[in-house]
């Protein structure tokens, strides 16, 4: 069993930064691909970012590109997102989740472990 858990959610102004960090359990971590997905509510859960065990490909919802950097640090078990440029729209619940394809998948079916979430509010 994979614990994820995820943190650095909060309030900020249209136009800051924020970055999250997701810390997992899991002894296969170096070998997981690892993912960002947000809801907001009513609305369906999107994928935002991914990037695969190595940290050598990531992939980007078009909606974040340019604005968001997806990193990881193997020998902490953690994966972060930094988030610049903040808009109103990016007000969601931010997921992390972990593959044992060890890609950078955008279909969330591929990722058999979740996070709870951390909740990121982003004033106009």
């Known amino acids: 069993q994979v614990q994820l858990v995820e943190s650095g959610g909060g309030l900020v102004q249209s136009g800051g930064s924020l970055r999250l960090s997701c810390a997992s359990s899991?002894?296969?971590?170096?070998?997981?691909?690892m993912g960002w997905f947000r809801q907001a509510p009513g609305k369906e859960r999107d994928f935002v970012a991914s990037?695969?065990?190595?940290?050598?490909?990531?992939e980007y919802a078009d909606s974040v590109k340019g604005r968001f950097t997806i990193s990881r640090d193997n020998a902490k078990k953690t994966v972060y997102l930094q988030m610049n440029s903040l808009k109103p729209e990016d007000a969601a619940v931010y997921f992390c989740?972990?593959?044992?394809?060890?890609?950078?998948?955008?279909?969330?079916?591929?990722?058999?472990?979740w996070g709870q979430g951390t909740q990121v509010t982003v004033s106009s």
């Open positions: 989740a972990s593959n044992r394809r060890a890609s950078a998948s955008r279909w969330s079916g591929d990722y058999e472990y």
């Open positions: 990037i695969n065990w190595a940290g050598t490909t990531t």
């Open positions: 899991g002894r296969t971590f170096s070998v997981d691909g």
